[in-house]
């Protein structure tokens, strides 16, 4: 049988997607032609900040004093985490070296790239954990200087409990900046930072859209857009935890997309009830957001058997995808397209998202399909070498020659038997010697 829904997702209102486009590339013109004047007027006008963009070390400092003692340590403890398992990644991609024929050596280079950028978002929530994510693996990665940025969060600036992480994470300069003026500072170099060789770190409609802007000419982590989450769950699952994780996710906002995917009709039946009733639980502005996403975005799908179940998540290539069933190893075995996996009852996607190490900037919309989430290697090039000696030229260059004139590029074949050519005698001086 198909899979059949228990619960369809009516959709959301189209956005103005073409006049956020519009908007970000006039303020991307400006600031590119303006620079830090126009940055800091945009700051005053969107965000009413007038005070000094730049954060100083003193302020920080302040800052961090006013962290709460349990507040730090969970943070640490996250840090922790994320920097290890961005460092184990970093050590998994090595330099190489091969020799492919006789005298023909070619080998890869694994370098960070000199400047970063990261974004760290703030809105509805202080998303602290963020700054770790982006920057701890930056560092991680052997960034030369990484400049991050974040709107004020009122009079007094950046979170304080953001900037703690921020400076815990690594940050070289830390700007009181949010929006296209952030980004635009971090990618154009301004208030005496490097111009950012990538950007990373998520944020709204017009961050994203920046970033998009800006790709090119400068790297990005990937094309955000609103966060999602898929729950596998079968007859084992508790539908409270199934309903509560669900929840969770709804709560980012209207446009977070839930799904769950089960093939246990009872278990789909008590988590359509019970969704709504944990959303009111929540502090009013939370349990709008959380009510909002689940009306118009979620679904639940009832499927026959589990191949069924794991082709529907492969379908949907969710951001985060969370499996509550029977014999997990089949399950990260046979799964091919999510962001981030969470195996078993005991994990869920709050962990991932704050604490347990494997980073929490993940690819949405699908685009799980074709990537994963942040890790060092987008702060890494992976650039490569080669030398030829003179026992590799006879096939080398003759290949290479006739290769070049059957698509008539004739210097390029004449740059070969050149090299064959002046090969030759060297050879044979080689065994006249011998």
Aim: with cysteine.
């Amino acid at each position: 049988m198909p899979v059949r829904p228990v619960k369809t997702a009516p959709g959301l209102a189209p956005d103005s997607a073409a006049d956020i486009r519009d908007t970000v590339q006039i303020m991307l013109a400006r600031l590119r032609a303006e620079g830090a004047p126009a940055a800091l007027d945009y700051a005053a006008r969107l965000d009413r900040w007038t005070a000094p963009v730049v954060v100083p070390p003193e302020a920080v400092a302040r800052a961090a004093a006013t962290v709460p003692e349990d507040l730090k340590a969970a943070l640490d403890y996250a840090h922790d985490n994320i920097r290890a398992f961005a460092t184990a990644q970093r050590a998994s991609l090595q330099d190489m070296e091969v020799e492919l024929r006789p005298g023909l050596l070619a080998g890869q280079r694994c370098l960070p790239v000199q400047a970063a950028g990261c974004y760290v978002p703030g809105g509805r929530y202080a998303h602290i954990a963020s700054a770790l994510m982006t920057i701890a693996t930056a560092r991680a990665a052997g960034v030369d200087h990484v400049t991050a940025c974040a709107p004020p969060r009122d009079a007094g600036g950046i979170h304080p409990a953001t900037l703690y992480a921020m400076q815990l994470a690594g940050a070289d300069t830390i700007l009181c900046l949010g929006g296209v003026q952030g980004v635009a500072a971090m990618a154009f170099g301004l208030f005496h930072t490097p111009p950012a060789d990538v950007l990373a770190g998520p944020g709204n409609a017009y961050v994203a859209e920046a970033k998009r802007q800006l790709f090119g000419p400068l790297g990005i982590d990937m094309f955000a857009g609103p966060t999602d989450v898929l729950i596998l769950a079968d007859a084992s699952a508790d539908p409270e935890l199934v309903s509560l994780d669900l929840v969770g996710q709804a709560e980012h906002g209207a446009n977070s997309p839930c799904w769950l995917v089960t093939d246990h009709a009872p278990l789909a039946e008590a988590v359509a009830r019970r969704v709504p009733e944990l959303a009111a639980t929540l502090p009013a502005e939370n349990a709008a957001a959380a009510r909002a996403a689940w009306d118009a975005l979620g679904e639940i799908l009832l499927c026959d058997t589990r191949d069924e179940m794991r082709a529907t998540a492969d379908r949907y290539a969710p951001e985060h995808l969370q499996v509550m069933c029977r014999d997990l190893d089949w399950w990260r075995d046979s799964l091919c397209n999510y962001g981030s996996l969470f195996l078993g009852p005991q994990t869920t996607v709050a962990f991932g998202d704050k604490a347990s190490g494997p980073n929490h900037v993940l690819p949405t919309s699908g685009a799980a399909r074709y990537t994963g989430g942040l890790s060092v290697h987008k702060f890494l090039k992976t650039v490569t070498w080669q030398r030829a000696s003179d026992a590799a030229l006879p096939e080398l260059a003759q290949a290479s020659a006739v290769i070049s004139r059957a698509e008539g590029m004739v210097g390029h074949a004449l740059t070969a038997e050149a090299r064959l050519f002046q090969a030759t005698p060297r050879a044979r001086a080689a065994n006249d010697r011998s």
